[in-house]
Each structure stands twice: as structure tokens, then as C-alpha cells.
């Protein structure tokens, strides 16, 4: 139980584009779903939370207007990064928290792997 | 400055030989910390939660200790595998609630080898 998918896994686009990455829990209502971005060789960094039907909480530093969260559902988060740049590029990976769940625990999804050329 | 450190540097141990791994704070006070899998090109697998007021816990061949005096956490691996060579990352979280935020060290890489 308690799995978290992401879709795509990877996906290449031109700079000046816009792409979303979907985040879905499969078995469970995710109450929280968090957004991290990792660069080669770093930790993971947390962009955004967010909660069902409300808006998005971001992080010091990411801009709210290029990485657009939705989280439209109890089981589905969207991340939409606006006008894609190369340095965009990076493995986004999403978690989900829900109030069944093991007290405290994130459940992560696989990670998108986003290049932006 | 708030930091969390893993050794950056590969861990390198034999197939059998215990593992052990460390977490070092500073500037916080973690309710809970956590510890995580992660292989190449995917997302973190939870291993073990301790909450600040527990000093130990155990699951499996995998043991977290937890010392708030030392602002320190070691993550033991007995009996490694060669399946166990991944990326092991620590992460605070700095509240009690289900939405609790997580912060996370850079990981340490583990190679088992035969």
C-alpha cells in the first residue's frame, strides 16, 4: 500500500515551453503533497506544499508564477514549470502525506526527470 | 546557519560487515528524524522514523539512534548486502503534525561489495 506515481518519468522540451508533471496516490487520499527538486550529486530540496482545494505554500526562493502547483484532488497534484529554461533542468520528485497513514511518513513517487534544451 | 550533514564521501564496507552511518545537525531542534533509501534515478524509499524523545529503534537488520545532546544520528546496516549499496539520506522534520515539513542532508553513498 501507499504508493505514489509520477508521470512522466522523463520528459525533454524546448526552452520557452511549458511542462507538467502529474503526482498521483494510487491507494490512499493524500491530505499533503509536497514538491522537491534535486540537482546531480545534492539533496532534495523542497519547492512547494500543498493541500487539497487550497492554494500552495512555496519555499524562500521559488518562484510561485514559474512553477505552478494544483492539487485539484485528494489523490492528484500538479507541478507546471512555465517557460522552461535550461537551468530548469533537474529530477523533480513529489511525496504525499495522508492522515491513514503512518504517523509522519511521506510516501515519495519515482521522480520526473525534466531536460530542458 | 541551519545545516545537516552526511558524510559526502562513499562508504565503502565488505559483504557481512556492519554499516554505519552518520547524521550531524546544527541549528535545530527536530521533532522526529527520518532516514531514507534512494537509488540512482529514483525517488527516496522511507526506512526508519525516531521521534526526538526515543533514542533507539530497530527494524530488521537496520538500527537508528537518535542523540539530541549531540545532535546526532547513526543509521546501522548489519549483515550488509551487495543489495544494499544505494544512497542513504537523512531528513528532519521539525514538527509533529502529518504535513510536517522535511529537511533533508545530501545522503551518503554505500557500495557493498563481495
Known amino acids: 500500500g501507499a504508493v505514489v506515481s509520477q508521470h512522466p518519468s522523463w520528459v525533454i522540451c524546448k526552452s520557452g515551453t511549458s511542462v507538467k508533471i502529474e503526482c498521483r496516490s494510487l491507494d490512499f487520499q493524500a491530505t499533503t503533497m509536497f514538491w522537491y527538486r534535486q540537482f546531480p550529486k545534492q539533496s532534495l530540496m523542497l519547492m512547494a506544499t500543498s493541500n487539497e482545494g487550497s492554494k500552495a505554500t512555496y519555499e524562500q526562493g521559488v518562484e510561485k508564477d514559474k512553477f505552478l502547483i494544483n492539487h485539484a484532488s485528494l489523490t492528484l497534484s500538479t507541478l507546471t514549470v512555465t517557460s522552461a529554461h535550461p537551468e530548469d533542468s533537474s529530477f523533480y520528485i513529489c511525496?504525499?502525506?495522508?492522515?491513514?497513514?503512518?504517523?509522519?511518513?511521506?510516501?515519495f513517487g519515482p521522480g520526473t526527470r525534466l531536460t530542458v534544451l | 546557519s541551519q545545516k545537516i550533514e552526511q558524510n559526502s564521501e562513499a562508504l565503502n564496507i565488505q559483504e557481512g560487515k556492519t554499516a554505519t552511518l552518520t547524521c550531524n545537525y546544527t541549528n535545530y531542534s527536530p521533532a522526529y528524524l527520518q532516514w531514507y533509501r534512494q537509488d540512482p534515478g529514483r525517488g527516496p524509499v522511507f526506512l526508519l522514523l525516531?521521534?526526538?524523545?526515543?533514542k533507539e529503534k530497530r527494524k530488521e537488520r537496520l538500527k537508528v539512534t537518535f542523540d539530541t545532546t549531540l545532535k546526532q544520528s547513526l543509521f546501522h546496516i548489519t549483515a550488509s548486502q551487495p543489495a544494499d549499496s544505494a544512497t542513504y539520506l537523512c531528513?528532519?522534520?521539525?514538527?509533529?503534525?502529518?504535513?510536517?515539513?522535511?529537511?533533508f542532508g545530501t545522503g551518503t553513498r554505500l557500495q557493498v561489495t563481495l
Open positions: 531528513a528532519l522534520a521539525l514538527d509533529t503534525g502529518t504535513a510536517s515539513k522535511l529537511t
Open positions: 511525496s504525499a502525506s495522508g492522515l491513514v497513514l503512518p504517523y509522519n511518513e511521506q510516501f
Open positions: 525516531i521521534r526526538e524523545n526515543e
